[in-house]
């Protein structure tokens, strides 16, 4: 759905993936043989603010030399279905900053500023993203981190895909994070319920 706003197009969908790769192609199949809709756009950073209130956020998932022959047939299926499927896959469009907004809906709605525009989402997906980062742009929406940063991130509707541990995932095991998430989206019924308190926005660069 597409609105009018004053800096550009504003749109709305489920789920916004950021990170236009393995991972984010990955999650957007399942998301859409799920019935779950969703936009990805690619990459981090392409914009400015005036503030920026994390460090910059630093690109995660490259491949292991090993699997690149794996990683590209992988690759190359999941394109086949974007585009028989015409998924929404912006790879020009880069997000540069999330923002939590504080309204009486019962479940945490996400602004992804581009440079064109604002998108509207009830779920976020990172695929770029090291963990000590996360941990920051966890404490700058004023979520409390504790021992398990991946149920932190979910309580807010964040998800990661092939990010947050120390060791880049092989493709099967991003293929494997992505059906775990996605179902979790999906079955999302009831919307998360997020303390009224919790706002904030967080840059995104490369």
């Known amino acids: 759905m597409s609105l009018v706003s004053a800096t550009g197009a504003t749109e709305q969908t489920t789920t916004v993936i950021i990170g236009a790769g393995l991972s984010g192609l990955a999650v957007a199949t399942e998301l859409r043989q799920r019935g779950v809709d969703a936009i990805v756009v690619d990459g981090l950073g392409g914009g400015?603010?005036?503030?920026?209130?994390?460090?910059?956020?630093?690109?995660?998932?490259?491949?292991?030399?090993?699997?690149?022959?794996?990683?590209?047939?992988?690759?190359?299926?999941?394109?086949?279905?974007?585009?028989?499927?015409?998924?929404?896959?912006?790879?020009?469009?880069?997000?540069?900053?999330?923002?939590?907004?504080?309204?009486?809906?019962?479940?945490?709605?996400?602004?992804?500023?581009?440079?064109?525009?604002?998108?509207?989402?009830h779920t976020i997906v990172l695929t770029r993203c090291a963990q000590s980062q996360l941990r920051r742009m966890l404490s700058d929406f004023g979520v409390t981190v504790g021992q398990n940063l991946v149920a932190a991130m979910r309580a807010i509707g964040i998800y990661l895909v092939g990010v947050g541990d120390l060791v880049t995932p092989s493709?099967?095991?991003?293929?494997?994070?992505?059906?775990?998430?996605?179902?979790?989206?999906?079955?999302?019924?009831?919307?998360?319920?997020?303390?009224?308190?919790?706002?904030?926005?967080a840059e995104l660069r490369a």
């Open 48 to 121: 400015a603010t005036t503030s920026p209130v994390t460090a910059p956020l630093q690109r995660c998932d490259a491949a292991a030399s090993a699997s690149h022959e794996e990683r590209g047939e992988i690759l190359r299926h999941l394109r086949n279905y974007a585009a028989s499927h015409q998924l929404d896959i912006r790879p020009t469009t880069r997000a540069f900053q999330l923002t939590m907004r504080s309204e009486d809906s019962p479940a945490p709605l996400w602004e992804v500023h581009t440079p064109t525009g604002v998108l509207l989402a």
């Open 171 to 201: 493709p099967k095991d991003v293929l494997r994070q992505a059906k775990t998430v996605c179902q979790a989206i999906s079955n999302s019924a009831a919307p998360l319920q997020v303390n009224a308190g919790f706002s904030g926005s």
